[in-house]
């Protein structure tokens, strides 16, 4: 018989990460209730000086405001629809989406590498890259220019929402494009 510890096993057939839509400011006391009934949970946080009259403090805020990630089976959700401030699982219509693992880690990454990163507007345009070399090495994302500096924006798409972290641009290599690759080839 299946026990309410063995569905929530990250190897289990049926655990995807999924992204959980919750009550502002409440992503960490959601991250922490989950963490209490047995499931994996991931709420990315970076650090910004926040400035009141008398002094500087660092305080670290969502990179993704309103979001929990979470792994389970969505035919086992509602222990975690109860939790007090998760409001909805991110999905189409009735469906639920995972979220994909690689973008995951690719924030993970960025959050070890202890750059300096913050939550930027998810851009579709721009040109894919590969970062070669750095602590970043092996992730995937857009570079783009921000207060003259090279960012990495690495996105999770099913929220529609980014990071960026600074780069040096010569640790990046440019991913073709295999759609204008492909229709050059067409064309001749």
């Known amino acids: 018989m299946e026990t309410q510890e063995s569905r929530m096993q990250p190897g289990n057939e049926g655990n995807f990460w999924y992204a959980l839509y919750v009550k502002t400011r409440f992503e960490k006391v959601v991250a922490r ?13 970076y650090r910004r000086a926040s400035r009141w009259s008398d002094r500087v403090k660092d305080i670290e805020l969502p990179l993704f405001p309103g979001y929990v990630f979470c792994r389970f ?17 991110i999905g189409t219509g009735k469906s639920f989406v995972s979220v994909d693992e690689n973008e995951l880690a690719d924030v993970r990454t ?8 913050e939550p930027c507007p998810f851009l579709e345009i721009g040109q894919r890259v ?10 995937q994302g857009i570079i783009t220019v921000i207060r003259n500096s ?33 229709t050059r080839e067409i064309v001749l």
């Open 33 to 45: 209730n989950l963490r209490t009934k047995g499931y994996e949970e991931f709420v990315p946080l």
């Open 130 to 139: 590969y970062v070669e070399r750095g602590p970043l090495a092996g992730t």
């Open 73 to 89: 089976n969505p035919l086992h959700r509602m222990p975690i629809l109860t939790i007090p401030g998760v409001n909805a699982i």
């Open 150 to 182: 090279y960012r990495l924006v690495i996105s999770v798409n099913l929220l529609r929402r980014s990071v960026a972290v600074q780069i040096d641009r010569d640790a990046v290599k440019v991913i073709p494009d295999i759609s204008t690759r492909l």
């Open 110 to 117: 960025v959050l070890k590498s202890n750059l300096y990163c």
